[in-house]
């Protein structure tokens, strides 16, 4: 099996506050992961490290999967913990208070791909052609472009962009977008946060990808370019390459 994370702090901030990364099962089933951290005193960086953290251990203890919906309910279930674990963290440490959390996971099963999402990571799958966003961003720009009240354009440079309607940690109940979807052979599945998305445009990120030499190298590209528009933000970025043998079972490269 063959994917790449990344996480670069940028060319501003003094700290990283993303975490994420590459996490097998007792089947060798992967699982990646993306999280962004939000709050004072370093507090974020301490939300995304628990939710990796979290996700982790759940994930490295289970056995394969090999029912969608039996992962659809696990994904859903495991990042409830995880909000539960932050929340009560948040309670009992003043420094950590208001801390929260984004986060994005993909678990690959067969030619099926099931994702949670809370906050404005996101997933994009890319095809040869194509880039299509799979998560929605749960962000109160996105909720005004879903009302109509702004456009998609618009939303790029709306003064409060970065104001999340859902984070981890931030609330005792929260609610976790799980979707699957077939993925197309060959493709790739780029998970990365919103330092990297402010930065560059559905367009850069596909032609990157696909002119990349290795998913080594495309990763590199993809940081590299956010950090020569500014790198304001930590930058944060996963990319899967996955295609399917001639049984229809996935295999890496």
């Known amino acids: 099996m063959h994917a790449v994370f990344k996480s670069d702090k940028g060319k501003v901030r003094q700290a990283n506050e993303d975490s994420g990364g590459l996490f097998y099962n007792q089947g060798e089933q992967l699982l990646a992961v993306v999280a962004d951290g ?4 370093q507090a974020g960086d301490v939300a995304s490290r628990m939710a990796t953290k979290h996700m982790q251990s759940y994930w490295e203890d289970t056995e394969p999967f090999y029912d969608v919906q039996e992962l659809e309910v696990w ?12 929340v009560e963290h948040a309670a009992s440490d003043l420094e950590c ?5 984004t986060l994005v996971a993909a678990a690959f099963i067969g030619q099926t791909i099931v994702v949670a999402n809370v906050g404005d990571s996101r997933l994009y799958q890319i095809t040869p ?3 299509e966003q799979k998560t929605q961003d749960h962000s109160f720009v996105n909720e005004l472009v879903h009302q109509g009240h702004i456009t998609e354009e618009e ?14 940690g931030t609330a005792e109940e929260i609610i ?33 990808v696909q002119t990349s030499e290795t998913i080594d190298d495309g990763v590199e590209q993809l940081i590299a370019r956010a950090n020569e528009l500014g790198g304001e933000d930590n930058i944060t970025a996963i990319l899967v390459e996955l295609s399917f043998n001639e049984s229809g079972d996935s295999t890496w490269s």
Do not use: F
Not at 38 to 41: A, I, L, T, V
Not at 177 to 195: E, K, M
């Open 38 to 41: 939000m709050g004072g005193h």
């Open 75 to 86: 994904l859903d279930t495991v990042v409830q913990e995880v909000n539960d674990v932050l």
């Open 97 to 101: 208070s208001g801390m929260g959390t």
């Open 155 to 168: 939303a790029e440079s709306h003064p409060k962009k970065n104001i999340l309607t859902r984070a981890l």
């Open 176 to 208: 976790v977008d799980i979707i699957s979807y077939p993925a197309q052979s060959p493709v790739y599945s780029l998970l990365c946060t919103d330092g990297l998305t402010n930065k560059l445009s559905n367009d850069e990120l596909l032609h990157i």
């Open 129 to 131: 052609n194509t880039i």
